[in-house]
């Protein structure tokens, strides 16, 4: 990991300088808005697998899963090997990835066992696993980065100042051993407690311990005034790391693997007499979409990733019909989620709506006392810009969208008693019952308001299909060809 | 599965047993686990029951209707409700309950919204509605506590629910509102039966579905609404369906079914409150799960008849019973081929026809005295040789059955050749069976 970085840092700086490297990284904006959008490209082209095998919810059970295996990972790591606590180490991620694949496989068991129903089975599965994790959590772990608010929003807004440091000049590593003269020893009564004893007393036993020994990296040896020359280092948020290898290990798999997974999406059976192996391919994206739980969990927590997963593609899966466009616009749409989803945190949406004002507005005309300041959750509020980008293409996808089915419906409407009107008038001007015909009662005939009929007959006669004269509604010329054009059409055409 | 009165009674008797045991978690507690049933214990513990009891109920019609993951997007939805009632009236229980109500609410019309105009499936409705409500509510909770509001200090804990919130006059709430769900429930008992099983049937004989199924949605969003404070937004599903779950898998029938359920709610919402009320680093919700979910796996493994520890002794029972008829019939047969029912078949004979299953039903039938050992091979006994032809006889007549049973008119059964069939069919077709199988020898 430490290595890809090094090397990703050396490309960079082959376009930007040092310093303002440094400031990017260091602009918890920057960071924030970058992770996000990786964990949107990344959840966003597995979730358009996902939507499309109707298999949305099982990002809901993998997430609640992951968390019980990062805390077990976690455990096993700091107590039994007695490894530093690393939220970032790929060992999480492996456990967490195994244990996502273990859910769907029990899933599948509890399923086949016929006793419970697979929502049931689902629905005692999330719960179970996540309260097993909390357990855990609240008894076992008093570590600062896993606690029970991480779980829920994540910390994505502090991804910043969790960094390795690279240094690429006056790179010097300083360890202090007990024998070095820098050492700092203290001295420390170890049996005064038990004793009762003050330190002075002779029966005193003494144990020496080192203060400040161990490696110093040389940002921290530079820090604590171990070495002269400021080492030049570049600060690399670990987050980014992960989550960016992560995204490109995604990439590859939808791009490599996109005739297969397409197939097997839409037709499983034809991919399997075909020598596909769909049930493989289907644990492979289980496997993905465990991964990059895992990877967001430190960013985002374990409910709202399942956000990432879920509410790009189904915007995206609104406004087109093609794979391979709902495979560009998802990540699109979740990408923008992440960058204008800081904004919303800190009150601003598409700055174009300020919460202060709302609230100052609010306060003033309610007569509340609301805080007049909106400061809030970074990850929640991405969520939250991608439902409104939902939404939005929920009401206004050209094709689907509420508005566009609504002029559509509107449409077929108008023509349908177009068609209607013209019919009986065609009827009965054929065997000349003008008994039939009459302007003024002709609504009486549909069973329709005058005011309807009134509507429908401006309509024909502005298109000049129909033609009122001595109080006889006739059909034109034109008219006549109308009719006799969708009578040939329809379905129901008489001989 | 058939059902018999006998069944039913011991069904009963289940639940009585259930109900007594959860009972005895009191002194059980007390002078094992050294609980000290102060005041506050008292009343975290009642009202964890009485929530379970709630939630208990209504999660059976959650269990039976599919509805399961509905239940855990209405949970989820509820948060941000939670959260705007605290704004507008500040640390009100009943209000905060009722914004939680309403926020579930419209959640659930937002889903129907979403799959009733789009071509997007439940599911994703489901994922979508959960993800953006929570992300609401944590927005919301985010931005109050940004703005270091003193009071809300106790609105953390309608995420994993905090037992030790609760106090006497919330326990008279939660009772009065169960009451008047359970009242709801009994004067519609019978609807609300019909459209879990078949609400097909029910709109066809004039029941009007779409209120009934409001109606009876609206009693869960009130259970999950109750149960929140307990068990807190994520986990209140878990406490929803658990009961439901373990109490499907010991009876057949509804009413059976929902009392069960009630004992193990209020078992899985006590202990689990008591045990967060004493070791107040565990937070409730969690607790209530796994104790929830212990009664589930209890439920799924020993339950009578469906449990899987008695599908595995029934299947084990069978596979011997099936080895021992079909080793008792080669025996027969090689009696019959040698013309000599004395003679000694050698095992080995017995192997290549059958495979290894004949070792089980020769030690079946040795232990039944059917045959013995006789140097390397098998010979029948008396009582052998009488239930080989006893055999025999059956399935001549079955064979007879299946031929001449339409023409002769005999009663329609479904033939299962492991059984007598002198026990399925009336007397007087047994006799023509008889005769045709005389008549034939």
New interface residues.
């Given amino acids: 990991m430490y290595a890809i970085e090094s090397l990703v840092i050396q490309f960079l700086l082959n376009f930007v300088g040092r310093e303002e490297l440094n400031a990017f990284f260091r602009d918890p904006r920057a960071v924030a808005t970058v992770l996000g959008a990786l964990i949107a490209i990344s959840g966003a082209l597995l979730g358009t697998y996902l939507?499309l095998r109707?298999?949305?919810?099982t990002?809901?059970a993998i997430s609640h899963t992951v968390l019980l295996g990062i805390v077990v990972a976690f455990l096993i790591m700091t107590r039994l090997l007695n490894q530093p606590p690393d939220l970032a180490s790929p060992w999480l991620i492996v456990g967490a990835g195994a244990a996502g694949v273990a859910t769907v496989v029990l899933t599948e068991l509890i399923q086949r066992?016929g006793?419970?129903?697979q929502?049931?089975a689902?629905?005692?599965a999330?719960?179970?696993l996540?309260?097993?994790a909390?357990?855990l959590v609240?008894?076992f772990i008093d570590d600062v980065h896993l606690d029970?608010d991480s779980v829920?929003?994540g910390e994505i807004g502090v991804a910043w100042a969790n960094t390795n440091s690279h240094c690429f000049e006056n790179c010097e590593t300083v360890v202090i051993t007990p024998d070095d003269p820098r050492a700092e020893v203290s001295r420390q009564c170890s049996n005064c407690r038990d004793l009762g004893i003050s330190p002075r007393d002779p029966k005193a036993e003494f144990i020496e311990s080192c203060t400040n020994c161990g490696e110093y990296s040389p940002a921290q040896a530079w820090q604590v005034g171990l070495i002269d020359e400021e080492p030049a280092t570049v600060f690399f948020p670990r987050a980014l790391a992960v989550m960016g290898i992560l995204t490109l290990l995604t990439i590859g798999f939808v791009t490599i693997l996109y005739k297969e997974l397409k197939l097997a999406s839409f037709d499983s059976a034809l991919a399997q007499a075909l020598g596909f192996r769909p049930g493989a391919l289907t644990y492979a994206l289980m496997v993905m979409v465990s991964l990059v739980a895992v990877g967001a969990f430190d960013a985002v927590g374990s409910?709202?990733v399942?956000?990432f997963?879920?509410?790009p593609p189904?915007a995206a899966?609104?406004l087109t019909d093609r794979l391979s466009l709902m495979l560009l616009i998802a990540p699109v749409i979740g990408t923008a989620g992440a960058y204008f989803g800081y904004d919303l945190?800190r009150g601003s949406l598409f700055g174009l709506v300020h919460l202060n004002d709302i609230l100052a507005w609010i306060n003033t005309t309610f007569g509340?006392s609301?805080?007049a300041?909106?400061?809030?959750?970074i990850?929640?509020?991405m969520?939250?810009v991608m439902?409104i980008l939902?939404i939005a293409a929920?009401v206004f996808s050209p094709r689907?969208g509420?508005v566009a089915?609504l002029i559509r419906r509107g449409r077929q409407r108008r023509v349908f008693a177009d068609q209607v009107v013209m019919g009986h008038i065609y009827n009965h001007q054929q065997i000349g019952e003008t008994g039939e015909l009459a302007a003024d009662s002709l609504h009486q005939h549909f069973d329709w308001t005058p005011t309807r009929m009134q509507i429908a007959l401006a309509r024909l006669r502005a298109l000049n299909l129909v033609r009122v004269q001595d109080n006889l509604v006739l059909l034109t010329d034109h008219g006549m060809q109308a009719v006799e054009a969708f009578r040939q059409n329809s379905l129901g055409v008489r001989a | 599965m058939p059902q018999n009165p006998t069944e039913d009674r011991s069904v009963w008797l289940v639940i009585g047993v259930m109900a007594a045991l959860a009972l005895l978690f009191v002194p059980f507690s007390q002078i094992v686990l050294g609980v000290n049933y102060d005041y506050t214990v008292r009343t975290v513990a009642l009202g964890g029951a009485l929530l379970g009891v709630v939630s208990g109920v209504l999660g059976c019609f959650a269990v039976l209707r599919r509805q399961s993951l509905l239940g855990d997007a209405l949970s989820h939805a509820a948060l941000p409700g939670v959260a705007i009632a605290f704004l507008v009236a500040g640390r009100e229980l009943g209000v905060l309950l009722i914004g939680a109500g309403v926020a579930s609410w419209v959640g659930v019309q937002f889903i129907q919204a979403i799959t009733r105009t789009t071509r997007l499936k439940q599911d994703a409705a489901m994922g979508i509605t959960l993800t953006t409500w929570f992300a609401l509510g944590i927005a919301l909770l985010a931005y109050i506590q940004a703005s270091g509001n003193a009071s809300q200090a106790g609105l953390n804990t309608f995420i994993f629910g905090q037992a030790a919130a609760i106090v006497e006059s919330d326990v008279i709430m939660i009772a009065v509102v169960g009451a008047v769900v359970f009242i709801t429930l009994g004067l519609l008992w019978k609807e609300f039966k019909l459209i879990t099983f078949d609400p097909e049937f029910a709109g066809a004989n004039g029941f009007h579905i779409t209120v009934l199924q409001t109606l009876l949605l609206t009693l869960i969003v009130i259970a999950i609404v109750l149960g929140l404070q307990l068990a807190g937004v994520i986990l209140m599903v878990g406490m929803l369906i658990a009961p439901g779950i373990a109490a499907r898998q010991w009876t057949h029938r509804l009413g059976q079914m929902v009392l069960l359920s009630a004992v193990f709610g209020a078992f899985a919402g006590g202990v689990g409150a008591i045990i967060s009320a004493v070791d107040t680093d565990v937070p409730t919700g969690p607790t209530i799960i796994v104790v929830a979910f212990s009664v589930v796996v209890i439920s799924l493994g020993f339950a009578p008849g469906r449990g899987l520890l008695w599908t595995l002794l029934r299947a084990r029972q069978d596979r011997r019973r099936f080895a021992a008829q079909n080793v008792l019939r080669d025996i027969y047969l090689y009696n019959l081929s040698h013309d000599d029912p004395d003679i000694v078949v050698p095992q080995q004979f017995l192997v290549d026809l059958r495979g290894s299953i004949v070792r089980t039903g020769l030690t079946a039938l040795e232990h039944n005295g059917a045959v013995v050992r006789v140097n390397g091979g098998w010979r029948l006994t008396g009582a052998g040789l009488q239930a080989a032809e006893a055999d025999a006889h059956n399935q001549q007549l079955w064979d007879l059955y299946r031929v001449y049973g339409d023409e002769l008119k005999l009663p329609l059964v479904a033939e299962d050749r492991q059984k007598d069939i002198r026990a399925l069919l009336p007397e007087h077709a047994i006799e023509r069976l008889e005769d045709l199988r005389e008549g034939a020898a």
């Fill in positions: 939507l109707g298999m949305s919810l990002s809901d066992s006793l419970v129903k929502d049931a689902l629905g005692l999330f719960p179970l996540f309260a097993v909390v357990i609240a008894r029970a829920m929003v409910i709202l399942i956000a997963f879920i509410i189904a899966y609104l945190a509340v609301l805080p300041t909106w400061d809030s959750s990850s929640a509020s969520v939250l439902a939902f929920w689907y509420l089915t």
